[in-house]
């Protein structure tokens, strides 16, 4: 009996999610525009940090002959044909070398400061788009509840549950929309700072072997 009446229940009619976004309202316009946002800023800094974190593993050693060989033009050249980051910051050590180490030192930190906060372009707005996307979704279904139940209230005597859910349906869409947008952007966030990082440590080392070099004693 149970499984004649399950047979005599109509299917479920299938849900447009393109139709669900045009209804949920311009809320959904925001979070579409923080999404493009996010995901150009995610590529764009992705391509940057691909490229900037390749190491050249005879970078050091080759600094270390130009130098220990007074050849520093050619030290010089080297760097700026690497063209990463810390390849600028032993180049900056470099113009350095003959003042006092400690001189030396604070250009080295200027510039991977300088070179940090470049990579990092960008990382604010997938910040606020983590923390903002949900927030706006919340606020459309809030909205969109509000909606639902003045439509209720004006339906009068001809008021019924579809009425209602209807509404509500739609208006949790936003709520989704925001909270897909948001943990998108902050995993995007996370993974960009480890990257980063990465490449922090990275000048990290190369400013210690450089300042271990200027401080080889002479034989």
Known sequence: MYYNMLLNIPAAQGLSVWQLCVEAGVIMIPLALLLLI????????????????????????????????????????????????????????????????????VAIENTGNIEVATLGKGLPWLATTAAGAPMLGFLGTVVGMVQAFYNLASAGSGANIDVLAGGIYQALVTTVAGLIVGIAALFAYNYLVARINGVMRSLESKTMEFMDLLNEPVK
């Open 38 to 105: 996010s995901i150009y800023v995610f590529v764009e800094r992705a391509l940057v940090l691909r490229r900037d974190a390749r190491e050249d593993r005879t970078f050091m050693q080759r600094i270390k002959d130009y130098i220990l060989d007074g050849d520093i033009e050619a030290a010089h050249n080297l760097c700026r044909s690497t063209d990463t980051p810390y390849a600028r910051l032993i180049d900056k050590g470099i113009s350095r070398i003959g003042r006092p180490m400690n001189d030396v030192l």
